[in-house]
Structure formats: structure tokens, C-alpha cells
């Protein structure tokens, strides 16, 4: 193949410009190459097909026969790259190819064609409703997979006959000093160059000629398209296996690395990133907005029956949307737990108000197959996401999509979940966002569907959705939505939580009873550490813990008709101190007083008050002493309440230490019960600091 190297021209590109323009350096190269790669082959869907299959092989290939197709860099090749090199194709089928002119000079007004815009164009965003770029960018990630070298080859269909065609593309950071393109212009490097048939030694253009074709696929080992196939197959060569893999290692924590099967080879890697950003749409009967997706590593075809746990709740909180098909049955979870709500903005849409649903359920361990014979990774690490919540909580997982079927994103710690109620630890709330795609938005907003909206407000790598300005008005769509999802999940939370803890008033004694001490739990599971919890409520707290906790020893209604509660709490000498608080327990987690009164929360006043604190005694652990007297205390701790934002109930109280010892401290809690229908927990949780700043 004859060889175009790129002029420098004003305002043009360079190769290490391109090689920045993907605008994401947190997720690994090959993530970003699943995503992209996926996501074009979707855009490319020929019409009434039921499923697009996408490919992903690997294999190797001799340098000294696939270099001779390159002119001008042949003798590089072979010098930097000999013997035996890997090469991954990502292949399609069931989509329309690489369809539209071979060169600028053929084209028809701006429509430039697929071909075009993929192999020469930069920034030329997908025109086509629904699809899934909108920057033109994206497609950069394929010279950063290798060494910058992309081969594409096609087949398409021009009226009853099939045509193959085949070019070239390299992207280098032409600052380098092992720079493999020559110099052939006057002026600075570009760091880009096409290859394919030459044109009046001007430029080039894709081959067209079958065997010559055949004979390049050959040399790498790519099959080429056969019978009434087309489709487009991305050939990326010397791909070095160990880097891609320990860029997926460096997302991970070391000890992590070597016991999560996903991380073991490059094929596992993509087999495994494939399910995480496409879960919902791979061979899917129950996808209704587009076609199925059928993706297979090496010929091992993805099925939902063979994915991992977390990415099977996916498939099933889909296809139990309203936007789903009727018929496929649940994979992993329960029918019973499947809550789904409705978002509605008013004053934005035309016709109805309709934004999309939420569907979500709260999982067991045993839901998501992470008990014995299974023995699975609980959610958080099948994503690598961190768990950023109280010991005692679960942080709810929630992700969105739209119509290509691509998940944008799982936030765990973000906005999308952040003022969601937490489930307790031994629970997952799994949550899946699907947007009303054809709904069209009002005149003020230029009548663009949902669909467009957010996806102009995608970033190149598509990993998130923001709101943006249409006719100098911004509807704040995705805030809203955000905000709806919260208020509809926590309102079904509550609601629970009064089913489940109505009590029943028989008798002062036994409804305090019942209300602050529910059985075995109170106390120990939100603070004792695991290798300390024990079955009884009366147990005594190890004397060395490691962390702050809590152990309620006796509770009675005084003469005076106060709620005594007696407690005694250790604070290990590594921490600063410790925050006690309650909260209203229920059977999804654990609700802290502010996010209770939070309007988007329940929006009432906590139901508990502490009116006093009393400290009977204070035991230094370390050299052996106890103090009784209130000014020896006072030497060594201090106390403050933590009051509540908009009620300023007293729900809480801080204890903090003048002294770097372990401490065992005794007293006493008392409160009053607005409302007694509900179950309390008791929490701690350790200060950090420094005892000397």
C-alpha cells in the first residue's frame, strides 16, 4: 500500500494532539475500547436486523510478511517489532459497513459517509437520531491500543453487489525520537499518515481490489468476509498484552489483582467489560429499543446465563421497565423485590411528562450468588468502585442508559445516589435508569427528543449525562431527574420501614422496649467489629477494640417517666474520638437523622431527642486508673451534641479525647420519642486526626 503522510496546514491536528482528545484517563484503554468499539458497531445496525454480532479477536501474526504492505515504514517495523507480534480485531456483522465516498473529492454537500469520517475525518459527530457519539472523538482510542497503527477493512452492499475495502491509518506522537513515520514535507512533523491506493501521487484512497485485499488480510491472519455478510472489522497490530493488562491492574488495589478472575488474561478482561458497559442490551429478547447485542471474545459468545451476578440484575431490572418486551424471565432477582417508579418533569415535554423509570431492587447476598457454591465478588468489586459508607451501610449502586444500550455510568458515591437512603451491609440496592427516549421536549427547548438531550450532554467518552443550554434556557433535566429518583426511592423506603415496625401499644415498658431494642442487633451491628459481634445485647466489649463501640446495658423508664438508656463505649487510643448518634433502623438500611428531615428524604423532624447526657464513670485502660469525679473527666474528654440541620433535634452526641489511651467510658442517655412506630439503632464511629494539632 502506497503511503500518505499528513502536511502540516493551520489549525490541523497532530498525532499527540488525537492521541489526548479522548478526554478520560480513569478508566483502563480497554474499557474505553469496548465502549467505543460497541457503541460504533450499534451506530452502523442495518435495518430490521434482531441482533448486530461484534466480535472481539486476538492473535498473532509475522512482522516480516504484514510489514511489506507498508511503504515507508517497512524497514522500522521489522527493526523495532521482530519475529512473532499480537494483533485484536474487532470485527461486526448484521451493520452496513463502512458505507459513502472514497475521498473528499467525491463528496455531495457534508454528508461524508462513514468511511470518511471514520478513517480521515476528526470531530465529525454521528448525524443519525439515536446514535451514540456526538463528538467524533471517541474513535481516538484505537491508536492508543497498540503503537498508533489501525487497519480498516469493510464490506459493504452497493445495490445487488458486495465491495470490500481496505485502508490504513497511523497516529504517532511525532515529538518522539522513536518516531516511526519519515519525514517527506517541508515543515513540522504531524505524526499522521494514510495508506492505500495512491491517486496521481496526491493522495490515497481505500483498496478496492478483492485479492489484493485477501493477500493483506492474510499476512495478519484476519478472515475476510464472505457470502452476504457486511460489516466493518477495526485490526489493531502490535498490541502488547501486558501493557493493556496492567492498565486494567492499576485501577485495581494490589492484593486484589491476583483473585478476581476478570484481571487473569486480556481475553478475560474483555469479556468482562463487555458484560459491565453492555449488560442490558446483550442477547436481550426483552430489549425493545434496538436491536440485541451479540458480542463473543475468541468465539466464547456472551450469554446472559453465563455473566457475572451484578451484571445479570441489569438484564433483569430492564426488561422488568415499561420499555421492555413482555416475556423474558428473571435471571437473578427475586420478582417480589423489584420496585419500579415513573419519573415525571412537568412544564418540559410536549405531551406527556413522562422523563423515564427507575427500576430497582434490594439484594441478599445469596441473591447475587456470593454465598457458597458460588462464592461470587460482591458488587462493588465487579465494578471496582469503592464502597464510601458507614461501617454498618451499603452504598446503593445505580446506573443509566440510553437507547444504544451502553450503561454511561454506575454511581455508587456520586450525585445519582448520594441522597438515597443506604441499605444496611448485608443488602444491596441495585438500581437500573432507563429514559423515555422519544419523548420530545416543549417549544422552548427547539422540540428535541430526550434522547438527543442527553446525549449532546455526554463528554467524548460518554461517562456521564450534565444538563446543558438549548435556546438560552437550561431545563435542568438531568438534575431533576436525579433529585425525582431520590424522593421516589426513599418515599418506597419509608414506607416499608412503617410496615414492617408498626408496633403494637400494649404497655409503656414493652413498647420502649420494643422501639429501641430490637432483637439481637441493637448496638452491635453498625459498630462493634465483626470478629466482636455476638448474639447477645448484654455482652462485654473487648477491652483493646480497634474501633469506637457501643454496648447498651440496661434500659428503663425512670419515676419521672424518662427513657433511660445506660451505655458503655470504648475508644481505642488510635482515634481522636467518637461520634454517637441515632438512627431509625430499617430493613434497607439504616436512616441518619439529617437525611431523614431532609425535604428529599422523609421531611419530618427525627423522631428521637436526647435530652441529657450523663458520664458515671471513665476507665484509662492503659495505666489501670478509673475516674468518677467530674473535673478528672473533664481532663480527659470533652462532649458536644450534634443537632440536627432544619429541626435541631439533639440526635447525637461527639466525645472527644485529650489523651492517646484506650478508654472505657460509662454512663447514661436520656431521650424523648416523638413518634413510636419505628425501630432505633444506636451507631459510633471512629474521629480521625491528630490528639496534638
Partial sequence: MKIEVAKHERMSETGSSLMRLIQNNELPLLDLLVREAIQNSSDAKKMLVDKINVKFNTGNFDVSKFSSNFEGIEKQLNRRFPGIQDYLEIRDSNTTGLTGALHHSEVDGNDFGNLINLIYEISKPQQREGSGGSWGLGKTIYFR???????????????????????????????????????????????????????????????????????????????????DETGTSIIIPFVDREKLLKSAHATYKKEKINYLPWLNTLEDYLIGSIQKWYAPRINNPGYKIDCMLNPSVNDHIISPRNMYPLYQTQIDLYNNSSYAKNGPINLIVPNNTIEKHKVSLRGTFMVENEAGEIVYAILERSDLKMSPPFNYKDPYTQLNIENYSYEGENAPILSYCRKPGMIINYDCNGVWTSKIIKPSEDKYLIGLFIPNSFNELNNSYNNILLEEYLRKSEKADHRSWGDWTVRERNPMIVSKIIDNIARKVNSNLVNNITEKYEVKKTSIGKNLASILLPPEDFGKKPTISKSNKTKSKNSKIRKHSRKSAINITDMHIDNDDNKIMKFEVTIPSRSIGTLID????????????????????????????????????????????????????????????????????????????????????????????DKDDFAAVIHAKDLEGDLNA
Fill in 582 to 673: 441515632l438512627r431509625v433502623e430499617s430493613e434497607n438500611g439504616n436512616i441518619q437523622a439529617n437525611k431523614w428531615e431532609d425535604p428529599e428524604g422523609i421531611g419530618l423532624p427525627f423522631p428521637y431527642a436526647i435530652d441529657d447526657i450523663v458520664i458515671m464513670s471513665l476507665d484509662n485502660q492503659d495505666d489501670k486508673k478509673q475516674y468518677t469525679e467530674l473535673h478528672d473527666i473533664e481532663n480527659i474528654i470533652d462532649l458536644s451534641f450534634s443537632k440536627t440541620e432544619l429541626f435541631s433535634k439533639n440526635y447525637g452526641f461527639t466525645i472527644y479525647k485529650k489523651l492517646n489511651n484506650n478508654i472505657l467510658i460509662k454512663g447514661e442517655i436520656r431521650f424523648n420519642i
Fill in 145 to 227: 491500543v497498540g503503537i498508533g497503527l489501525v487497519l480498516y477493512y469493510t464490506r459493504i452492499k452497493i445495490g445487488s453487489e458486495y465491495k470490500s475495502r481496505l485502508a490504513a491509518c497511523l497516529v504517532e506522537d511525532e515529538n518522539k525520537d522513536d518516531a516511526i513515520l519519515p519525514k517527506l514535507h517541508e515543515g513540522p512533523k504531524r505524526g499522521i499518515a494514510w495508506w492505500g491506493e495512491d491517486v496521481n501521487n496526491n493522495y490515497t484512497v481505500p483498496l478496492t481490489d478483492e485479492n489484493e485485499i485477501e493477500e493483506i488480510l492474510g499476512d495478519i491472519g484476519v478472515t475476510p468476509y464472505v457470502g
